[in-house]
């Protein structure tokens, strides 16, 4: 089984910047696109960013210029840098793998981003 750990969420003020860390367990990682949502209580689970195995990147609006997805096959890890923090940015954030070839998908468990004002 394919596991995703996150990490790096916590409390930020306005302003500022934290960077989120996807650790994958599987020996093929560069045949996921991989991928951060988030959901805010009483929200539907939205795309945040996404970087496929060749690199390309997509972003939601609502992030663009502010946040960075970026991946490190040689350690399993997807990275997302959240810069320019605002208080809508709240919510839990959860890594998410899609196999290209045999479209398994795998999520991890989230972890909770908190801005205040």
């Known amino acids: 089984q394919v596991q995703l750990v996150e990490s790096g969420g916590g409390l930020v003020q306005s302003g500022g910047s934290l960077r989120l860390s996807c650790v994958v367990s599987?020996?093929?990682?560069?045949?996921?696109?991989m991928s951060w949502y988030r959901q805010a209580p009483g929200k539907d689970r939205e795309l945040v960013a996404r970087?496929?195995?060749?690199?390309?990147?997509t972003y939601a609006e609502s992030v663009k210029g502010r946040f960075l997805i970026s991946r490190d096959n040689t350690k399993n890890v997807v990275f997302l840098q959240m810069n320019s923090l605002k208080h809508e940015d709240t919510a839990v954030y959860y890594c998410?793998?899609?196999?290209?070839?045999?479209?398994?998908?795998?999520w991890g468990q989230g972890t909770q981003v908190t801005v205040s004002s």
């Open positions: 998410h793998a899609f196999h290209f070839m045999n479209s398994n998908t795998y």
């Open positions: 970087v496929n195995s060749g690199g390309g990147k």
């Open positions: 599987t020996s093929g990682f560069g045949f996921y696109h």
